[in-house]
Structures are given as structure tokens and as C-alpha cells.
């Protein structure tokens, strides 16, 4: 089992999309719990390319290849980490915010909390926080969920509590945030309902705070 996850952190640092989905294939038919796969083969192999390309090992053509190797993975695993609909328990918008184009933690989050029996409305990367608020309307929405992978696009996230707040939102639209500069401590800042750390914990999160 061991080799096959290395197999798969390794053919992701390599940017191999086509092996890798091969290769997820394979570790399912194996019978290799699929969230081992995730975390212990395809994110393992996404923390090293993080590491590389903070220490200039490695450059961006190089973290794109991982990206679309990371999500050929992650189409071959979406059906079994997601489950069967069970019907829906209430719903959530979700995206990456403005001017930040890191969706692979947001779509793990909705790929989970859809698994968990919630509908998701993913609004995709780079959204502004009006259409945050406004599609969360739209959809009678009870939870917003924000992700942002660049200190830079953090603030974004205060933008989409400002306007709830001022259309008097706040108190039927939750907003949840996240991403790896994201903290607890500046989800209490700029006044979110919550954090969570990872996509497992987010799931947690958005069941208490829908009473589920
Ligand atoms: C892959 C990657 C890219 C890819 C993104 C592809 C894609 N489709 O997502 C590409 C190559 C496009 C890219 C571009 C850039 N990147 Co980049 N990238 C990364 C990298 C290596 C991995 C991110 C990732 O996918 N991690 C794996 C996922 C699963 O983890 P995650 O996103 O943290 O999500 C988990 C949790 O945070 C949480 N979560 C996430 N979202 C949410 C939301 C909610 C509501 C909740 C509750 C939880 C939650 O749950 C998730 C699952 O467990 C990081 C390194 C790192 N350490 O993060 C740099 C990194 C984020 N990038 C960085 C930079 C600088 C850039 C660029 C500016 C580079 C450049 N010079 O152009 C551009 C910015 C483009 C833009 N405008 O957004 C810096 C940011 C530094 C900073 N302080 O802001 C980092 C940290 C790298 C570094 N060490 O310097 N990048």
C-alpha cells in the first residue's frame, strides 16, 4: 500500500495527470480507503510542491502541472469521497475569493461537505463578494463559505461580512472562512462564524452551526 501512495505523491510532483489518475484508479481497486489516498498520496505530494516553491526549489510552471495533476486525482476520487446524495440538509455557497485563483482546498471542502448531505452552490474562484451574497440570496443559503490561499486576498473576506452586515444579513447568512493563511484568530477579527483548518473540520463546523 505504501509504494502505491508514494507512487501517487510522486506522480503528482511530476505534474503527471494522466498517470495519476491511473494511479488513483488502481490504489481504489486495491481497496486503499480513499481518504488515505488523499491525504497520504495526493496531498502529501501537494505539501512537498508547497515547500519546493517557498524555498525557490521550484517554479510556478511547475506547481501548475501539480495543480492539474492534483485535479485529475480528485475527478477520479470526487465520486467515492463525496457518496451518495442523501439529500440535502441545507445549503451552502461556496469560492475562492477575489483576485485569488487557489481552488483545490475549496473544492476539497465542497467535494466533503456535499459527501455530508449538503447542496453546494460552488461559485468557483475569483469572486466578488456581491456575488457571494447576492447567489447565497438567490439560493436561500444559510452559509457562506470563503477561501482565500494569498495573504493579499484575505481582506476579501471581511468585504463579504461588511455587506451582509449592511443589508442585514448577518444574522440568517453565516460565513465560515478558511484557507492555509487563515487563522482562527483573524476569523474572530474580522467577525466570521467560523474557521476550520481543513476539509474535515469544516464539515464539522458547518453541521453545528446548521444544527445538524
Ligand atoms: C497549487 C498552488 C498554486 C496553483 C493554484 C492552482 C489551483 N487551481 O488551485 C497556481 C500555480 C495557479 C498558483 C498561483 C499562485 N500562487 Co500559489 N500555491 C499553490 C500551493 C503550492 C498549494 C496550494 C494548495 O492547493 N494546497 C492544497 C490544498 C488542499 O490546501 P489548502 O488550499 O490550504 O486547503 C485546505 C485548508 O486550507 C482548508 N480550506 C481551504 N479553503 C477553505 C474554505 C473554507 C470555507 C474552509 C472552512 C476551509 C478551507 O481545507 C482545505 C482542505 O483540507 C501553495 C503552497 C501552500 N503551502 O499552500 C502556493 C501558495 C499559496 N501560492 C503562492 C503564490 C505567491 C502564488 C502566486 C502569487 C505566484 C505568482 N508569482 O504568480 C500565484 C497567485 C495567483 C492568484 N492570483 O491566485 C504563495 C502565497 C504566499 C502568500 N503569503 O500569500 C504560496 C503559499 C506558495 C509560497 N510558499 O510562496 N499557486
Request: charge should be negative.
Amino acid at each position: 500500500m505504501k509504494s502505491m501512495l508514494n507512487k501517487i505523491s510522486d506522480g503528482l510532483q511530476a505534474g503527471d495527470c494522466e498517470d495519476i489518475a491511473v494511479l488513483v484508479q488502481e490504489a481504489l481497486d486495491a481497496s486503499i480507503n480513499p481518504k488515505t489516498i488523499l491525504n497520504d498520496g495526493l496531498l502529501h505530494g501537494m505539501n512537498v510542491i508547497g515547500k519546493q516553491f517557498g524555498n525557490h526549489e521550484i517554479f510556478l510552471p511547475d506547481v501548475l502541472l501539480a495543480a492539474k495533476a492534483m485535479h485529475s486525482g480528485l475527478d477520479v476520487l470526487k465520486p467515492v469521497l463525496s457518496g451518495d446524495d442523501a439529500g440535502s440538509i441545507g445549503t451552502v455557497v461556496i469560492g475562492t475569493v477575489k483576485g485569488d485563483l487557489h481552488d483545490i482546498g475549496k473544492n476539497l471542502v465542497s467535494i466533503m461537505l456535499h459527501g455530508a448531505g449538503f447542496e453546494i452552490v460552488d461559485l468557483g474562484k475569483d469572486v466578488s463578494a456581491e456575488s457571494f451574497v447576492d447567489t447565497a440570496i438567490l439560493h436561500n443559503a444559510s452559509i457562506i463559505g470563503l477561501s482565500a490561499l494569498l495573504t493579499t486576498t484575505m481582506p476579501e473576506m471581511k468585504k463579504v461580512i461588511t455587506l451582509l452586515h449592511e443589508r442585514g444579513l448577518s444574522d440568517h447568512i453565516r460565513v465560515i472562512v478558511g484557507g492555509a493563511p487563515v487563522s482562527e484568530t483573524f476569523a474572530t477579527e474580522i467577525g466570521a462564524d467560523g474557521y476550520a483548518h481543513d476539509a474535515a473540520r469544516a464539515v464539522t463546523l458547518v453541521k453545528q452551526l446548521s444544527g445538524v
